[in-house]
Every structure is written in C-alpha cells, then in structure tokens.
C-alpha cells in the first residue's frame, strides 16, 4: 500500500542534541511537508518541498533544517538552538489530488 | 493567504447529523475548500474538498455557500468513531509552484451517546 512512514512513533533526546526524524514516501508525490503541532494547537508550517534539492521556510523554520536528496526522501533535523523542541511533529506529501500524512513522531526532550 | 476560523468545540448525538461551519471569508477564487479530521495523536485524515459546488463522498457532505465564505461540512450520522477534531483548511499557494496547507484552530467534535 501505499503511504507515508515516520520514524520512530516516540523519540526521547537530552537537550542540546541534535535530532532527525525520518520521513519516507511511496506515493510518488512532488511535493513534501514538516508541521510541528503542540498540545491542544493546530497544525503550524516548519518546512516545505516541491521537488528534489529545493525547499523552502515555512512559518517556524528556526531552529530547524531539512534536506530533499531524494524524492521519496524529506528527513527533518531539530537542532539545539530550537528552543522548545518538545512537540508533536507530522510530514505530509501532496499532489494535485490531495494531501497525505503520516503517523506522526512524538519528539520529547529531557 | 486566505484564513479559516471554526468554534473551538461541537457536541453531537450519536446517530444524528453534525454540521461544523467554516468562515473563510478572504478565499480567493482558485482555492478550494479543504476538510481534514484527527483523532488524538495521529496525522490528520482527508475527508472532502471542493471549490464552488456542493460535494458528497461516502465520508461526508461539504455545502459551500454561492460566495464562496463559509461551507459546512456534514456528517449525516455521527458515531463514536467520528470524535475528533476537524480542520477545514484553505489551500494556498507558496513560493514558486509549491502549495502548501494553513491550518485553523479546529473545531473538537464530540459525539456522545
């Protein structure tokens, strides 16, 4: 079937680490997205994707950083100088069908 | 980009209908109208979109008003299951030829016996 994987479900880090979380999609889909959601919020932009090499900020980039070597591939870094690291985050890819997310991966840091 | 506004919460019968309004009174005219859904800690569901005209699929109806501000989107018999919180999303372009998705507050359906 096809979908978008995240990885791991649940991530514990010390403070001041850096951290990647994985985003891996078989939907053949250009386009790829970060969002980082906090208890009781919506949805907030972190990074986006149309095509391989290229991305661009969203509304809270700082802090964080991505890459698109791949097409299937849109792995998100949280850096140290992300100052509440502590959140919810989620990839999502689009077409011009619709848009596709993943399961999420619950990033707490101690 | 345009934006949405939803309530904050809805209460609804098991069995009967939940209708959730969205005001998006700054759409412009080549956006369409977005509904995603999300139970606790997963990543959000499509459920229906359109443009202009009224849509219907096996999930949900979404009615859409003739200027194009505000739709609702119907579950015609709510369950259990259904409880979660729903975003009604406008879909906006960025820069170049990528889109991307501007989420709402949400509106926390609560389907109840």
């Known amino acids: 079937d096809g979908g978008i994987t995240q990885s791991p479900k649940y991530l514990f880090r010390k403070e001041g680490q850096n951290v990647t979380l994985s985003c891996e999609q078989n939907?053949?889909?250009?386009?790829m997205y970060w969002y980082r959601q906090d208890p009781g919020q919506g949805l907030r932009l972190i990074y986006y994707?149309?095509?391989?090499?290229?991305?661009q900020k969203g509304d809270i980039a700082e802090g964080y950083s991505v890459s698109r070597e791949k097409k299937e591939s849109f792995p998100l870094t949280v850096t140290s100088a992300q100052k509440n690291p502590t959140a919810f985050y989620l990839c999502?890819?689009?077409?011009?069908?619709?848009?596709?997310f993943g399961s999420g991966t619950r990033l707490t840091v101690v | 980009d345009a934006k949405t506004t939803q309530p904050p919460s809805m209460d609804c019968a098991e069995g009967r209908a939940a209708n959730l309004p969205c005001n998006h009174s700054?759409?412009?005219?080549?956006?369409?109208v977005y509904w995603y859904r999300q139970i606790h800690s997963q990543g959000p569901q499509y459920i229906i979109h359109?443009?202009?005209n009224n849509e219907t699929n096996e999930m949900a109806s979404l009615i859409i008003t003739e200027d194009r501000k505000s739709s609702t989107l119907i579950l015609p018999h709510a369950t259990l299951r259904d409880t979660a919180v729903y975003y009604c999303?406008?879909?906006?372009?960025?820069?170049?030829?990528?889109?991307?998705?501007?989420f709402g507050t949400g509106t926390r359906l609560q389907v109840t016996l």
């Open positions: 999502a890819s689009s077409s011009i069908y619709g848009y596709t």
């Open positions: 939907l053949n889909h250009d386009a």
């Open positions: 994707s149309q095509i391989v090499n290229d991305f």
């Open positions: 700054t759409i412009s005219g080549n956006e369409y």
């Open positions: 359109g443009l202009k």
């Open positions: 999303i406008v879909r906006v372009k960025g820069t170049g030829t990528a889109s991307k998705l501007t």
